[in-house]
């Protein structure tokens, strides 16, 4: 069975500021794991994903993530917030199957 | 722009009612995903076909059906809606099944049921 947990259901930072978005994953195999972001009345669209070639991913936006086995952690960070970047944010997780895990999302706001 | 459309955007109907949820694929695209988004629930995964054929289930009501069509379209049937399924129902395509390939994301139908 697999699962993504998103520690934080809201996160705030300060415009210009180092975004950190953290989530956790539980698979019994190995995981292709994906961020997707959500803006107002918008469908979810592709951050990153990681797919076993590199632990460390960059999307776009000047997001990117790592992917950390030994503590089962795909965190997504950002140096720099921007005032766009305000949305919800969500991990997700799939391994076998064709199934995909959602989190719950992280509300990011950005404090101009 | 994903690609992929749904039809309609909004959805207001009666408790009891049935309604049918529209999904166009991106172009090239094989299989579809059907998502039920809600503020109690987060994103649940409902159902997935491929080519036409149901691939996954996850947490579709036995009230709620879907299809695939030659033309890779899609449908989501609600039927005998109650309150509780007002909801933002997403549909996702990927170019074929399986975990590697990212979905993409249609922008969603708003269903209320009142």
């Known amino acids: 069975a697999q699962s993504v947990t998103q520690l934080g259901s809201h996160v705030s930072v300060s415009e210009g500021a180092l975004v950190l978005l953290r989530c956790n994953y539980s698979?019994?195999?190995?995981?292709?794991l994906f961020w997707y972001v959500q803006y107002p009345n918008q469908g979810l669209q592709l951050l990153l994903k990681?797919?076993?070639?590199?632990?460390l991913v960059k999307g776009i936006n000047g997001f990117e993530a790592e992917f950390k086995k030994s503590e089962t952690s795909f965190h997504l960070t950002k140096p720099s917030a921007h005032m766009s970047d305000a949305a919800e944010y969500f991990c997700?997780?799939?391994?076998?199957?064709?199934?995909?895990?959602f989190g719950t999302g992280t509300s990011l706001t950005v404090i101009p | 722009d994903s690609g992929v459309t749904q039809t309609p955007k909004h959805l207001i109907t009666a408790t009891g009612q049935r309604v049918t949820l529209r999904c166009s694929p991106r172009?090239?695209?094989?299989?579809v995903y059907w998502y039920q988004q809600s503020l109690d629930q987060g994103l649940q995964f409902l159902i997935q076909?491929?080519?036409?054929?149901?691939?996954a289930k996850g947490n579709i009501l036995e009230r709620f059906s879907a299809q695939q069509f030659p033309d890779l379209h899609s449908e989501l049937n609600l039927s005998s809606l109650e309150l509780g399924d007002s909801a933002l129902y997403f549909c996702?395509?990927?170019?074929?099944?399986?975990?590697?390939?990212?979905?993409?994301f249609g922008p969603g139908t708003r269903l209320t049921v009142t």
């Open positions: 996702a395509s990927s170019a074929q099944p399986g975990s590697y390939y990212e979905q993409y």
């Open positions: 698979s019994s195999v190995p995981p292709y």
């Open positions: 990681y797919t076993s070639a590199a632990t």
């Open positions: 997700a997780v799939s391994a076998s199957g064709n199934q995909f895990y």
């Open positions: 172009s090239g695209d094989l299989s």
């Open positions: 076909y491929y080519n036409g054929e149901e691939r």
